[in-house]
């Protein structure tokens, strides 16, 4: 037996080690302290460093005394609509519970949770300099997870859903910060869509993409009209503030490569005729 | 989806609100578990962990004052508690930073942040199952210590490229680092990093550079996915080790720094701080994560008495000898009456006391050392060894002191940081040339009884260079080439009178030594794969 043989020692099938015909050599001790000597240097890999600093000035820096105040107004709402779902959901007549009134107390609190998430994580954001733990996810997977817990929701309201993800696509991200957009835009495309919603994510020139389409009438012109910088102006008037929205774009620009930035958009051209989002990762 | 299968799984639910463990023992019973066992903080959980083989462990992060979820899965993993298919998710009430950079060993299987239903909980349950199983062959394969197969294995699963095909290359680059196969560690890496720069592979590439000792293409590429991905702190814990190879003391700090201030809550790195900060001659940075070392101490169980003991050191230095007292005494009330603690404490007390000039109380912390060596010898640093040898020197107890120093150069006659510091433990006593001789001495006895047994084993004498490498092993269990020898020595001897299952022990203890030592070691590396050879086909053909 010799050294160079237990390379082959993976191999399936089973061989005998026979009584050695040739003798295991034996290392003298100059031998051995010769393999402590630095082995050969071979050529370095130096990826490309980009020089983010110059290609992007960064996100906008957060007026988070303008974040609160927009957010305890929605949240406001929120719950102004939970504490009234509450008081009608038993029938003052029949007692019996209206299966609407739940299905509305569930779709609030849901956006109040969501909203008070966004709002820690904003906060995490601008004070902290928290930063993206990114890593790499099957993106299928990461879309089946948003829907399973949204699924409740869509199904109380009688809303069908389809993904078109290839099985063997992969993005490079901070899955509980991208959880959080695709959860967001479910919530809100609820209150567009008709009765269909499609999640399709797909690779691009090198970028992720993921889109959200429904079949309803398409965002409001005042929406599509504040993107990307909701917040210059706020429109406390329509009840909401487009925190989401806020928490999706900042979600998207913390994702870089190289030096590009991932960015948001929201349009009324989707393949289901109502309005589509897309976030686009590189 | 199917979870009808839920019910052959056992599980282990851990918070400390019974409210939720309540909650997620009914979430599991609806997906169709059956055996549920629940525990309420960490000393119950490993309890629970000791008595029953789990498949699934859902573990809240935060245990209310005792241990958390990530130092009770380090001491799981460390106590090597749980089955390699067991799945180990930590639940988050929130992702901080901190909870998910804190894992600095052992990393969950995965996260789950609260609130989920019943559904999303099944589903990522399911596919953590599922993933483990199809690495368990794999797993398998390395705990035999069959590594040439784990990697054949890897090849096999990686050719169907199933989801998660990085996964497996990321497996397969640490065996082939392992077993010290570079060429083709590096080869997968850069086939990886060809198609995006992700920061485990770049971190591969440099810790290849690092350990065929060319440091400065390993700075290149750690400080290139430090800048590319600075919250992978993994890149930052090998630019310091790099920096500090190449002498450059004060950057690795600086780097070891900023990774802190990252994830303040990783117990190993706050260590390696507090000792650069030390010998930086950074007092103030010593102080502080020897301090926060201690108190992660309390839960982890990577809690060590130099903690302690180089607190004590360093507020010493800085002057406040009560304070450093106080340090010695927590140690020995932390640790109870573990002798090595003791030990330690003692000899910390005693080299403090030494150097503020009050020798009488400096002896009787010494004595308490001198009492203990016996029964902790065994399982020191040398450099305690080496610390104790030389307050041996200092006190006039010279023979003592000769002996221990000659037993540390017998063991590591052929490190050159270790030899030095026993010539400057032997000078600072003023016995320098009587030390390099008694250096040279001990080594010249390792290389005599060395070489006698290889010309033994060369003359054919088997029986005669067994017993002789047998017994140098015992006498000098952690020095490398003395363990080599007898292992190859105990190799050739089963290949010509047959399989020992002694001398197959023997040879398993001899190899781990040297691997837990040094993996990349060229010599351990040949030999392993040679008893990999001759024992896992009996394995499995018994």
Known sequence: MSVEDSNNATEGRVERVEPADEELQLLELDEMLSNFDATATPEPVTPPVADLAAADPGPEPLNFAMVIASSIHEMKNSIGMVVSSIDELVDPVDGRCHPEQLTQLRYESRRLSDKLIQLLTLYRIGDTGYQVAPNEYHVAEMIEEAYLGDQPLLAARGISMTIDCADDLFGFFDRELMLGVLHNIITNTLRYTRDHILISARRIDGWLQITIDDNGDGFPPAMLESMPKQYRRINFGNGRTGLGLYFCSVVAQLHRHHNRRGNITLTNDGVLGGGRFTICLP | ?542
Request: hydrophobic share 40%; glycine share 6%; proline share 2%.
């Open chain 2, 1 to 542: 989806m199917a979870i009808a299968n839920f019910k052959a799984f056992r599980f282990l639910v851990i918070d400390d609100f019974a409210n939720m463990r309540t909650m997620m023992k009914s979430m599991l019973q609806s997906l169709g578990a059956e055996h549920i066992d629940q525990a309420g903080n960490g000393r119950d959980a490993i309890d629970r962990i000791l008595h029953t083989s789990y498949d699934v462990i859902l573990c809240d992060y935060n245990l209310g004052d005792s241990q958390n979820g990530q130092q009770l899965l380090e001491e799981a993993k460390h106590r090597k508690l749980l089955r390699h298919t067991t799945v180990f998710v930590m639940i988050t009430a929130e992702n901080t930073q901190e909870m998910v950079m804190g894992a600095m060993e052992y990393r969950p299987d995965d996260y789950l942040t609260k609130p989920f239903n019943k559904d999303l909980l099944g589903h990522r349950v399911k596919r953590l199952i599922m993933r483990k199983m199809s690495l368990s062959r794999i797993d398998e394969a390395v705990e035999r210590g069959e590594y040439t197969q784990a990697i054949a294995i890897c090849d096999e699963l990686i050719a169907a490229r199933p989801r998660n095909l990085n996964e497996l290359r990321a497996i397969k680059v640490d065996l082939c680092i392992n077993f010290g196969n570079y060429d083709e560690a590096r080869q997968v890496a850069e086939a990886v990093l060809a198609e995006r720069n992700l920061p485990w592979a770049m971190v591969a590439v440099g810790r290849i550079n690092y350990l065929q000792q060319n440091y400065d293409a390993a700075y290149r590429q750690f400080a290139a996915t430090v800048e590319q991905h600075p919250t992978f702190t993994e890149a930052y814990d090998w630019l310091a080790r790099t920096l500090d190879k190449l002498d450059r003391t004060h950057e690795a700090q600086q780097v070891l720094e900023q990774a802190v201030e990252l994830s303040p809550n990783a117990i190993l790195r706050q260590e390696r701080l507090a000792e650069l900060a030390r010998r930086n001659d950074d007092l103030t940075t010593a102080e502080r994560s020897y301090r926060k070392a201690v108190s992660l101490g309390r839960h982890s169980v990577y809690r060590k008495p130099e903690h302690y003991t180089g607190l004590a050191k360093t507020q010493a230095e800085r002057g406040s000898v009560r304070d450093a007292m106080k340090t010695l005494k927590s140690l020995r009330q932390g640790y109870g009456g573990d002798p090595q603690a003791k030990f330690e404490g003692a000899l910390a007390e005693g080299s403090i006391l030494t150097s503020m000039g009050r020798a009488e109380s400096a002896q009787k912390a010494f004595k308490v050392a001198d009492e203990l060596y016996n029964r902790v010898a065994d399982h020191l640093a040398p450099q305690t060894a080496m610390a104790f040898a030389a307050s041996c020197l200092q006190r006039g107890d010279t023979e003592r002191g000769k002996q221990l120093l000659q037993e540390v150069v017998r063991n590591y006659h052929e490190e050159p940081a270790i030899l030095s510091a026993a010539q400057q433990a032997f000078a600072d006593a003023g016995m320098a040339d009587e030390g390099s001789q008694l250096i040279a001495t001990a080594r010249g006895e390792v290389l005599k009884l060395n070489n006698q047994g290889v010309l033994l084993a060369k003359k054919g004498q088997l029986d005669a260079a067994l017993k002789l490498f047998e017994k140098a092993a015992a006498r000098m269990s952690r020095n490398v080439v003395v363990n080599l020898n007898a292992a190859q020595v105990m190799l050739v001897f089963m290949q010509k009178r047959g399989v020992d299952e002694h001398y197959r022990f023997q040879v398993r203890q001899y190899l781990q030594r040297v691997g837990s030592a040094d993996p990349s070691n060229i010599t351990y590396q040949k030999l392993l794969s040679i008893y990999e050879k001759m024992f896992a086909r009996r394995g499995r053909n018994p």
